[in-house]
């Protein structure tokens, strides 16, 4: 199975603020088959962008996403409030489907 | 509106088996790849099994494979997860999740979740 290695594991930024998590697969994969999800403290997580760089529906211009191979980033431009949530990378390159440990981002 | 429902959790003793539903509403269940995803209390996520539209393909964890079987019923609008031999390290919130852009497309509707706890 292919293993994501997310970092980092936690970030307390100020609002305003640009925040990077990087997210870094055991193989290469498709950029087609990287996605990322935002998980608010007691909710279901919620697609935020796939296949590396897509915004989902409804999803604000300030996230964004790049990456190839098998290194891969996710930004928010401007953190905001309710920004505050655990983000975790998927791949859906190759069977089993698997997710990074996660990023809790607190806001100071 | 895309909604997942999912429902019978419960607390179930090692060893014993649980049925888990999802009804889905507001699209064309039968067009869908359907997945279970689970989440262990205060950790990460973790996919347990998925089901091609038909019925054609179906994957599991191995931490799972043997003990559990996904199916769905397209008529019905609904996917199950057949849960058997219970095991103290299945206890989480069990999400289902559809899946768009084929079988390695991203989860872009998920449930609220199901517990399922087992303890003696």
């Known amino acids: 199975a292919i293993v994501l290695n997310q970092s980092p594991s936690s970030i307390v930024a100020s609002q305003g603020e640009k925040v990077t998590i990087t997210c870094r697969a055991s193989s290469s994969i498709s950029s087609n088959y990287l996605h990322w999800y935002q998980q608010k403290p007691g909710a279901f997580p919620k697609l935020v962008i796939y296949?590396?760089?897509y915004r989902a529906s409804g999803i604000p211009s300030r996230f964004s996403g790049s990456g190839s191979g098998t290194s891969y980033s996710f930004t928010i431009s401007r953190v905001e409030a309710e920004d505050v949530a655990t983000y975790y990378c998927q791949q859906g390159s190759s069977n089993p489907p698997t997710f990074g440990s996660g990023t809790k981002l607190e806001i100071k | 509106e895309v909604q997942l429902v999912e429902s019978g959790g419960g607390l179930v003793q090692p060893g014993r088996s649980l049925k888990l539903s999802c009804l889905a509403s507001?699209?064309?269940?039968?067009?869908?790849?359907m997945n279970w995803i689970r989440q262990a209390p205060g950790k990460g996520l973790e996919w347990v099994a998925s089901?091609?539209?038909?019925?054609?393909?179906?994957y599991y964890a191995d931490t799972v494979k043997g003990r559990f079987t996904i199916s769905r019923d397209n008529a019905k609008n609904t996917l199950y997860l057949q849960m058997t031999s219970l095991r103290s390290e299945d206890t989480a919130l069990y999400y289902c999740a559809r899946q768009r852009l084929g079988a390695r497309g991203p989860f872009d509707y998920w449930g609220q979740g199901v517990m399922v706890t087992v303890s003696s």
């Open positions: 089901i091609s539209s038909s019925s054609s393909y179906i």
């Open positions: 296949s590396t760089s």
């Open positions: 507001g699209f064309t269940f039968s067009n869908y790849g």
